[in-house]
């Protein structure tokens, strides 16, 4: 079945940093999603990838769907003492019922102020 | 836009009693809605998919007797765990789409815990 690994699993930075990670499937994709959850928080959608070599820009935010269509990276740049959290990828699960999305394993985001 | 609430943020009952999670699209009608569970370290896990007037459909493992699913409109989700056990302690969130994109939108959370 279709799955999504992350990397790196988890990142522990300094504040000021600039951060890259990314989303790798088995199989295509035709949108990537990407989340972020705050602790004891549900995910909040940072960017939304529809088109295969789109570069979507969100405020410090950048993701990039991949020309395969098999895997998608997000950077942060300058990061700050509030991008710490988990961030998920997600892609619909096209084996599945409607509009059902799988997610990535996380990585985990701690930024040392 | 897009903004789903969720209530309770957070529940603690004793083993046996049954628990309402309330899940609402304030500014979008969704025609469908997602229940995961969330553990400690752990990925969002899909346990169900309900579409407005229609049965859920559940994950495999889920049982449905016991997290009965009810999506009355297209505003409400209701998630129900049936004589709670310690083991279904876990973080429950919802998301709902409004069917345009598989863009899904997100609850805060409830955290359940069962004595």
């Known amino acids: 079945g279709q799955q999504l690994n992350q990397s790196p699993q988890s990142m522990f930075i300094q504040e000021g940093e600039d951060v890259s990670m990314n989303c790798t499937s088995s199989s295509i994709f035709n949108t990537w999603l990407w989340y972020k959850q705050d602790p004891g928080e549900g995910p909040v959608l940072l960017i939304a990838l529809y088109k295969a070599g789109e570069l979507t820009s969100n405020g410090r935010l950048t993701a990039q769907f991949g020309i395969t269509r098999k895997d998608s990276f997000l950077n942060i740049s300058a990061s700050i003492p509030s991008d710490v959290g988990i961030y998920f990828c997600?892609?619909?699960?096209?084996?599945?019922?409607?509009?059902?999305?799988?997610f990535g394993t996380g990585t985990l985001l701690a930024v040392q102020p | 836009g897009a903004v789903v609430s969720q209530h309770p943020s957070r529940v603690i009952c004793k083993s046996g009693t049954s628990v309402k999670i309330e899940c609402r699209s304030l500014d979008f009608q969704a025609t469908t809605m997602f229940w995961y569970r969330q553990f400690p370290k752990q990925s969002l896990m899909l346990m169900a998919t309900?579409?407005?007037?229609?049965?859920?459909?559940?994950e495999q493992g889920v049982e449905k007797d016991k997290f009965l699913i009810n999506h009355a409109s297209l505003t409400l989700s209701t998630l129900t765990v049936t004589s709670a056990h310690p083991e279904d302690s876990s973080f429950y969130i919802c998301s709902a789409s409004s069917g345009i994109s598989e863009t899904q939108y997100f609850g805060p959370g409830t955290r359940l815990l069962v004595l």
């Open positions: 309900s579409n407005e007037g229609s049965k859920a459909t559940y």
């Open positions: 997600a892609g619909p699960d096209y084996g599945g019922a409607t509009n059902k999305l799988i």
